[in-house]
């Protein structure tokens, strides 16, 4: 680091310790899991960009939704998203969280994940390489830099919007299951 | 502590070892009836991965179902391919040039490797040796660096097709494929002295999660699982497929079934796997990759069926097929090894374990979840 | 050979099954659903004690569904497919549980994405769908491409 850059981190440290800090939800959704265990060992190092993962949801910022969304799974990822305390950010991982990918036909697969759950950035492949996370991790860094990540905002201010459609995949029930104090929220 | 026979003696506590768990590889849930830290009852809840595999084939022609087959088993892609590849051309009658079973063989024993070295990876991780998971995925990358040469794509490879292979291996391919498997050779020494051998992992994993052989064979386990009881059995040897009647290796087996004797199995089997490469590299034979398939726009196949079988990382590997005389598949059924393992033979051993062994059955197994839900 | 031998024998204890033997270590059976369980513990004694995989067909066009069942023999390596066929409208067949324990969970399966009711078999509750309102998917009337345009939008 140099004059410049420590500058830059003194006016502003949150975001400063929150781009070099995004620790990912440990949650296997889907396919794209085998490229995550290569990315965080030693050949690829993740941890370089200040990214390891997390065993709960309540101590994680980045959640990465890695491959299909079956409807059984949609369930706990909503659950797991409402759980992150903001600010947080969904990065979509692999081609069928965009539009279905190669299982678009299939009868429990969900098509577009970002009208259950706000999405921050995709990630597009089937299966992207480590090299495609790493350069989302970097264009994160530059979105939190620029305000343009508000994934969490917009999910308090249209939760009606999400809700209806969580609603129709995944059952009354569970929409009634969740507690009322949820999302929550860190004040800063 | 005798509290008078209140209600708080005996509480038994549900508890669910979800999805989203960090001892949890794969997307799986088993949902746990628990007495302190000692487990009463286990249920499996699979299905966070089904994605009805075997009714879009339905609406696939031959060629389409390619690139669906071998999403079936992420860790382990090629067997799916090529048991996919080998019910076609059962029912077609479509011969395979021999060069094509070599290098057939050859991927199927990279895949192997990168799925013990996987569940290596996963396993070291869940018992506290992080070092050993860190080697193991690092070692497991140089084979993913060999599939990117070979096929273009470093998980889903889309190489076996029935008639042959995509195409044949690239100059300097050997050479690099040499050099990978000698750097895993001296690792394995390594590994045997850190992990292997390692007084806590012994002391771990002796004597738990016992299988006997005659529950072995009751419950259809196959593979690694039913070696390590005991029970020589490897359809490689039992209906030898690719090239493999002319390959010259062992089936280790062990005969406690607990899980030393299973981590033992995966163990030596990676010798194997590097012999067999290794001969199937001297061995090859000239000649072309893949005999040219029908025209895929009209390709027909005769009404029949059949049942092909063959030895994934994880066991018997099989496929029902059934063809109709049209150009779509009528039905395809997989028969998948992690099915009896991860459902009532787990849920079996899971009764009267701790909590802390639910994640080291699951891997001591080597319960793949994506296989079960199809 | 093995595979003669003992389609001979099948073909003495019954007499309404068609037994083949397409290739080496492949033997085909097909017998009317009556006498599938006792044909199936006759071979569970000649070795078969491997139950590699029960699975359906659903021949519509015919109206009736075919359940498979596949045996395999740890001695010989012979692996036996054994079929039959039952009625698609009340599809109700025995459950073999009492001579392979594992069959619960393949019949769990089929009576899930077949709809085929299996009695014995205590558990055929819900395995891999969730929240499922609609016909068993596995059958062909069902069209899955359809089904999810509807419920997840393709647009």
Not at chain 1, 41 to 64: C, H, K, Y
Not at chain 2, 338 to 350: D, M, N, T
Not at chain 3, 98 to 107: C, G, K, N
Request: aromatic content about 12%; charged content about 25%; proline content about 5%.
């Amino acid at each position: 680091m140099d004059r410049a850059d420590i500058k830059k981190a003194l006016k502003d440290p949150h975001k400063w310790g929150e781009k070099y800090s995004l620790w990912v939800t440990y949650f296997c959704t889907g396919c794209g899991i085998i490229e995550i265990p290569p990315v965080i060992t030693s050949r690829w190092d993740a941890e370089r960009f200040g990214v390891i993962p997390m065993a709960t949801p309540r101590q994680a910022n980045l959640f990465l939704i890695t491959g299909y969304v079956s409807v059984k799974t949609l369930g706990y990822i909503v659950t797991t998203y409402d759980q992150m305390p903001d600010p947080k950010y969904a990065v979509a991982f692999g081609s069928c969280p965009i539009d279905g990918g190669l299982y678009y036909t299939s009868y429990n697969t969900i098509n577009h994940l970002d009208r259950y759950i706000p999405i921050d950035g995709w990630i597009a492949g089937c299966m992207p390489r480590p090299e495609a996370i790493f350069i989302a991790v970097t264009k994160l860094w530059k979105m939190i830099d620029g305000e343009m990540v508000d994934g969490y905002k917009r999910y308090k201010e249209n939760i009606d919007y999400y809700r209806k459609n969580q609603e129709r995949v995944l059952g009354k029930k569970f929409i009634e299951s969740i507690p009322s104090s949820l999302p929550v929220t860190v004040e800063t | 502590m005798n509290r008078g026979g209140t209600k708080m003696d005996k509480r038994q506590l549900t508890l669910y070892f979800g999805p989203q768990h960090i001892g949890m590889v794969g997307n799986f849930s088993i949902t746990l009836t628990v007495e302190g830290d000692m487990i009463q009852k286990a249920v499996a809840n699979p299905g966070f991965l089904h994605r009805g595999f075997e009714k879009m084939l339905e609406n696939c022609t031959y060629t389409q179902g390619f690139p669906y087959v071998c999403r079936i088993n992420v860790m382990d892609p090629d067997p799916c391919e090529q048991i996919y590849a080998m019910a076609i051309e059962e029912l077609a009658g479509l011969e395979v040039p021999p060069r094509a079973q070599y290098l057939r063989t050859m991927v199927l024993e990279m895949s192997r490797l990168s799925s013990h070295l996987l569940w290596l990876w996963a396993y070291a991780n869940e018992l506290g040796f992080d070092t050993i998971g860190h080697w193991a995925m690092a070692q497991r990358d140089y084979f993913i660096d060999l599939f990117d040469m070979i096929a273009g794509a470093r998980v889903y490879h889309i190489y076996i097709w029935p008639g042959g292979v995509r195409r044949d291996i690239p100059t300097g391919f050997a050479e690099k494929m040499q050099q990978t498997l000698g750097g895993l050779e001296d690792s394995l020494k390594d590994y045997d002295a850190v992990f292997f051998n390692n007084r806590v992992f012994r002391r771990r994993v002796d004597g738990v999660g016992v299988l006997s052989q005659e529950e072995a064979v009751r419950f259809g386990v196959t593979g690694g699982d039913l070696r390590a009881t005991g029970v020589e059995r490897d359809v490689r040897k039992e209906e030898p497929y690719a090239a493999y009647a002319d390959m010259d290796f062992e089936v280790p087996t062990m005969d406690d079934g607990d899980s030393y004797a299973r981590a033992m199995v995966v163990r030596k089997e990676m010798e194997q796997s590097i012999s067999i490469i290794r001969q199937v590299l001297d061995k090859m034979p000239e000649g072309s990759a893949w005999h040219r398939p029908p025209n895929p726009f009209k390709w027909k196949i005769p009404a029949g069926e059949t049942y092909v079988r063959m030895e994934s990382a994880r066991g018997e590997l099989g496929v029902y097929a059934v063809s109709d005389g049209s150009d779509k598949i009528y039905r395809m059924a997989y028969r998948v090894p992690s099915y009896p393992h991860g459902i009532l033979v787990l849920e079996k051993l899971l009764q009267g374990m701790n909590i802390a062994d639910v994640g080291h059955m699951l891997l001591s197994l080597n319960i793949a979840a994506p296989e079960i839900d199809r | 050979m093995r595979e003669e031998a003992i389609k001979q024998d099948i073909e003495q204890r019954y007499e309404a099954c068609l037994v083949t033997v397409p290739r080496e270590k492949r033997i085909g059976i097909s017998l009317p659903k009556d006498s599938l369980f006792s044909l199936i513990a006759f071979i569970k004694d000649e070795g078969f004690r491997h139950l590699s995989l029960i699975t359906c067909v659903d021949w519509i066009e015919e109206d009736e569904f075919e359940l498979v069942y596949h045996l395999a023999s740890y001695e010989d390596g012979i692996h036996a497919i054994v079929k039959t066929r039952i009625d698609r409208a009340d599809p109700v067949y025995l459950s073999i549980i009492p001579l392979f324990e594992h069959a619960q969970t393949y019949e769990r399966e089929i009576h899930e994405m077949f709809g085929v009711d299996f009695t014995g078999n205590d558990r055929l509750t819900p395995f891999l769908l969730t929240n499922w309102e609609e016909i068993p998917p596995m059958r062909k009337d069902f069209d899955t491409k359809e089904y999810s345009e509807r419920m997840f939008e393709h647009e």
